[in-house]
C-alpha cells in the first residue's frame, strides 16, 4: 500500500521559500499513470491545488501562484518535492502531497503545517 | 479559476440520506466528468470517496454515490452513521491538467 509523507519546517518568514519534501513509500514514484500533486488548505478555508509533477518531470501548476510555485522529484530517493518563493502570511497552511491518478487526487499525506511568520 | 460551490453545512439523522451539491462552469464541472469527492476528518489524510463523477474506489462504502447534471455534480450518503461526519470536498479537472476544489461542505449527523 503506497503511503506519503510530508516534512520540511513548519515557521518560514515572510518573503523568504518554503520548502517541502514528500517521501514515497510502498510504491515506485517512477510508475508511468501516477502525477505527484501538493495541495494545501489555509486555516479556516477550503482545499486549493497547487500543482503536480510526472515523473518524467512534466509539471502543472495553479495559475493563482504567479509562477512562485516549483515542484520537482527525485526519482532515486523516491521523492518529490514543493518550493514556493516569496511567501506571505496567506501562504499560511496545512500541506498535503498526494498521488493523482484517473484524474482524482487517491492517496493523501496527513499533511504538514506551514506557518508564515516573521 | 474559482472554487466551485458548494453549501457550508448539510446536516442529517442516522439512518437518514442526504446529498452535497457541487457547482462549477461549462469549463470544469460540466465539461468533463472528471468530479471527485474527498472525506476529510480532522488530524487525519483525506480521503478518496468518489473519482470520475460516480466510481467507487474499493474499500468505499456502496452508502456512497456520484453523480452530475450539467454544471453541478452530487454526493450522497445514504443510510448515515455517525462515523459519516466530517468535511466533504468535491473537485474537477479545469482543463490543461488543472483542477479546481470546492469551499468543502461540513456534515453533522
Known amino acids: 500500500q503506497v503511503q506519503l509523507q510530508e516534512s520540511g519546517p513548519g515557521l518560514v518568514k515572510p518573503s523568504q521559500t518554503l520548502s517541502l519534501t514528500c517521501t514515497v513509500s510502498?510504491?515506485?514514484?517512477?510508475?508511468?499513470?501516477?502525477?505527484w500533486s501538493w495541495i494545501r488548505q489555509p486555516p479556516g478555508k477550503g482545499l486549493e491545488w497547487i500543482g503536480h509533477i510526472h515523473h518524467s518531470g512534466s509539471t502543472y501548476y495553479n495559475p493563482s501562484l504567479k509562477s512562485r510555485g516549483t515542484i520537482s522529484v527525485e526519482t532515486s530517493k523516491n521523492q518529490f518535492f514543493l518550493k514556493l518563493s516569496s511567501v506571505t502570511a496567506a501562504d499560511t497552511a496545512v500541506y498535503h502531497c498526494g498521488s493523482l491518478k484517473n484524474d482524482a487526487f487517491d492517496i493523501w499525506g496527513q499533511g504538514t503545517v506551514v506557518t508564515v511568520s516573521s | 479559476q474559482s472554487a466551485l460551490t458548494q453549501p457550508a453545512s448539510v446536516s442529517g439523522s442516522p439512518g437518514q440520506s442526504i446529498t452535497i451539491s457541487c457547482t462549477g462552469t461549462s469549463s470544469d464541472v460540466g465539461d468533463f466528468n472528471l468530479v471527485s469527492w474527498y472525506q476529510l476528518h480532522p488530524g487525519k489524510a483525506p480521503k478518496l470517496m468518489i473519482y470520475e463523477v460516480s466510481k467507487r474506489p474499493s474499500g468505499v462504502s456502496y452508502r456512497f454515490s456520484g453523480s452530475k447534471s450539467g454544471n453541478t455534480a452530487s454526493l450522497t450518503i445514504s443510510g448515515l452513521r455517525a462515523e459519516d461526519e466530517a468535511d466533504y470536498y468535491c473537485c474537477s479537472y479545469a482543463g490543461g491538467s488543472t483542477f479546481v476544489f470546492g469551499g468543502g461542505t461540513k456534515l453533522t449527523v
Open positions: 510502498g510504491g515506485s514514484i517512477s510508475r508511468d499513470e501516477y502525477y
